[in-house]
Every structure is written in C-alpha cells, then in structure tokens.
C-alpha cells in the first residue's frame, strides 16, 4: 500500500490514450447523434471522456444514454496511423470520422498535442513547439472542433497519493495528502524555476496562440492545476486560485482565452476555513464569457488534503452549482469527472469507472431538469 502512495505522479492521461487508443476495438454503427439529447440537457452538450481510446461498452451505454459528445485527445494509432504526427490535418480528421463512426461527436480536444515543457518552461524549442501547436488549432477549427482543454502543470501532471482510498461503501476513490510528498526530493534539471518565470512563459505563450485561435474560431480552456499546491519537488504551480485565473485571463483578454471549470480542483482550492464559492465563481466567469468547458466532480477536504467523493456526497452545493450555469446562459460541453469505482467495476483507471459514470449522469440530468423546472 505505502508503494502505491509514493506512486503519486499520475501523469500522462493523453500519452496513455496515445499508446492505447488504436489498440482496442470499435462498435460500428449507422445512427447518428439526436439534437434533441442536447435541447433535453438545458442546451448543453454532455460528454464523457474516452482517454484510452473508443471503449465499445462505454460508447454503447453513452448512446443509450443519449450522451453523445466526446472527450480526449488526437492518437494517431486509433486512426491507423501510429507514425504520424498528431496536429496533423489528416489525422485529426480520421480520429473525428472514427467518433462519428460511432455515433458520437469528439467535442472537446482534452491533452492536446504539441503543448509540453519547452513551451510551459520557456525551454529551447518552445517556438516550434508552439508552431506546431498553433498548426493544430488551425487543423481542429477547419473541422469544426471548437475548444481544447489545456493545462499549465509541466513534467508533475495531475498528482495524486493514494489511488484507492475507501470512500461511502467502500468504493475507490483518490485522494491526495501533501504529507505524503513533501520530502520528495526537488527536480533540479531544469534550473531555477520561479513563479515568476511561469507567469513571463504563459504570457508569451498567449500572445503567440490566442490571436491565431480566433481566427481558427478555437476556445481554449485551462485547467486549474490538480492539486493546486504552489509546487511538487520544486516544480511551481501557478494557476492554484480564483485570483490567479483572473490574471490568466487578463493577460490576453480574448473570446478564445479561458478556462476550464473544474468544479473539483476549484473546490479544493484554499484551506478548510476559506475555500472557493462555486457557485459565486461560476457566475463571476460565466459572466466574462470565460468558461468554455465543465468538469462537474466534487471533493472533500482543502488543497494539502483531499479526496474525490461522489457527485451527491461532496463539500459543494451541486444544485446551487447548475444553478448558476442556468444563470449566465451556459451551453457548452460538460462532463462527469473523477468517478468513484464501484462494486463490480475495474480500478485499473482510477476516476473513469463505467459504474461511477453512470450514476454521475444520471445524478447531473437530474440536476438540470430539476433548475429548469424551477426557473421556468
């Protein structure tokens, strides 16, 4: 178990979907998406994520559901195409064909390609980085896909302590605990990184990018970093607050420039006697037009301390959360995030339980009829 703790970085979702996407196998079908599964959901687009590739169980529930929109990144295996670079036009076609194949509709680009340490660092070869990536987003535009989730974390991703912590019936959550990694040793490879020097780097980065993505007609959406500590093993970590996303967004205000709302790390931000409103938030961004696409999970506990929880089982008022969504007119894509695995289910991707999702979606439509009724 103490093994499994140590084992806290947890990155590389897109790089798992890149290696395994073109590994497994399809359903193939003629149907094709229903609007009305969008009007029905108060005109937003659920999705569900697919990080390892086109999972033929879940895509089958998610169209009974009439969740019809796809989340994930660009593998080129997936589409047959293992050697091919993967912000290239004729890959992301092919990928976006396969989901359509499908009956499903790829939404939202999450882990894009051609955004990594040179560019997050201001590393040598972050401008051909960048090239590559704004390439990309003119790629995704020219095919009608609109937004593309982002993060700011470079070499320490999405980090968690503990993989399968004991949650209500003993279903597996994760969950994180600073005092498990504070005397992790400090990665020095890269020198002396600052606060500082991350701002000066997504700055440059956004005057490269963002004018590009509006004329690509591309949102791009940043994640908070997860958790939203100030560093890991001398790693900095800046987009950690509300404060901090207000900055991001001034630094290039933009339609094309915002963020992702993900209701679980926002939750975790601060400490357990001044944490984040949602709801408050969700209106203060939704009213600059800044939130492009939604995590909707929850937690319990503070940023040094934490645990995934389900939906109905967190620190946030979920119903005052797609309350406020209602009110500032949200309608883009929206997905369950970080599950519990429950009784019957695999762990072996921890937070993506088909179970867990299940009762999440449910969980969510419920939500959204019950705030609409109300406001009618």
Known sequence: MKGKRR?????????????????????????TPNISSYVRDGGMQLCLAYFWGIEP???????????????????????????????????????????????????????????????????EGRDEEIENFITFLKNIGSLGIDTVCHNWMPVINWTRTNMEKKSRGD????????????????????????????????????????????????????????????????????????????????????????????QGSFASMGDENNGVDIPAAIEYFGKRGAIHFVHFRDVRGSKTRFEETFHDDGKTDMYKAMEAYYKIGYKGPLRPDHVPTMAGDSNQHPGYSTIGTLFAIGYIRGLIEGVNKANA
Not at 111 to 120: E, F, I, N
Not at 174 to 186: G, Q, R, T, Y
Request: charged share 25%; net charge negative; glycine share 8%.
């Open 171 to 262: 279903a597996l959550v994760s969950a994180f605990d600073w005092k498990d990694i504070e005397h992790e040793p400090v990665i020095t490879e890269y020198g002396e990184l600052t606060h500082e020097k991350m701002w000066d780097n997504m700055e440059y980065f956004l005057k490269a990018v963002i004018p590009e993505a509006e004329k690509a007609g591309v949102k791009l959406a940043l994640h908070p970093d997860d958790p939203p500590v100030d560093s890991i093993r001398g790693i900095p970590r800046i987009m950690t607050s509300v404060e901090a996303f207000k900055k991001m967004l001034d630094l290039y205000p933009s339609p094309s420039n915002g963020i992702t709302f993900c």
């Open 7 to 31: 084992d806290f970085i947890k990155q590389g979702m897109a790089t798992a979907a890149g290696l395994s996407m073109g590994q497994l196998p399809s359903i193939r079908t003629t149907s």
């Open 57 to 123: 169980h879940k895509v089958a529930l998610a169209r009974q559901m009439g969740v019809l929109g796809a989340v994930g990144g660009i593998s080129p295996g997936m589409a047959g195409m293992p050697e091919e670079k993967n912000y290239e036009l004729k890959v992301i076609k092919a990928v976006k064909e396969a989901w359509e194949k499908e009956g499903l509709q790829l939404r939202v680009i999450e882990g894009p390609p051609s955004l990594y340490t040179k560019t997050k660092l201001g590393l």
